[in-house]
C-alpha cells in the first residue's frame, strides 16, 4: 500500500499561485500514474491532471482544459514527494484537491482507476 499525504493547500487571491505537495510512503513502483483531483461540496470528483511516472521521469502529462497552462505536475524524486504546481488561480479552482496514485500503470481521468490517495487539501480563491 502507498500512503500519500498531501499539504500546501490554503487562501489566495485571484491571480496568486501556489503548489500542493503530495508526499509518498510504502512500497516503491519503477512505474505508477499519478493524478490530482479536485472537489467541491455537491459534486462529483473532477479530474485535474494526470502523469505516466516510469524509468524515472515523467512519460506521459494529461491536463484538464481548465487547468491547462496554468497548473504543473512535477516530483522530487530525493523525497519521494509529488507537486501540483497552481498559477494564474481563479475563483473557479476553489475545491479541496486530493492526490492519487495507480500501481504501476497510468491511471488517466478515472477516479475510480486509482488505487490509493490522499486526504485532501483545501484550496481557497477569492476574488
Do not use: H
Not at 487547468?67 to 524524486?77: E, L, P, Q, Y
Amino acid at each position: 500500500q502507498v500512503r500519500l499525504v498531501e499539504s500546501g493547500g490554503g487562501l489566495v487571491q485571484a491571480g496568486g499561485s501556489l503548489r500542493l505537495s503530495c508526499a509518498a510512503s510504502g512500497q516503491p513502483f519503477s512505474s505508477v500514474g499519478m493524478g490530482w483531483f479536485r472537489q467541491t461540496p455537491g459534486k462529483e470528483r473532477e479530474f485535474v491532471a494526470a502523469i505516466s511516472w516510469s524509468g524515472g521521469s515523467i512519460s506521459y502529462a494529461d491536463y484538464a482544459d481548465s487547468v491547462k497552462g496554468r497548473f504543473t505536475i512535477s516530483k522530487d524524486n530525493a523525497r519521494n514527494t509529488w507537486y501540483l504546481q497552481m498559477n494564474s488561480l481563479k475563483p473557479e479552482d476553489t475545491a479541496v484537491y486530493y492526490c492519487a496514485v495507480r500501481r504501476a500503470y497510468y491511471g488517466g481521468r478515472n477516479s475510480a482507476a486509482y488505487d490509493d490517495w490522499g486526504q485532501g487539501t483545501q484550496v481557497t480563491v477569492s476574488s
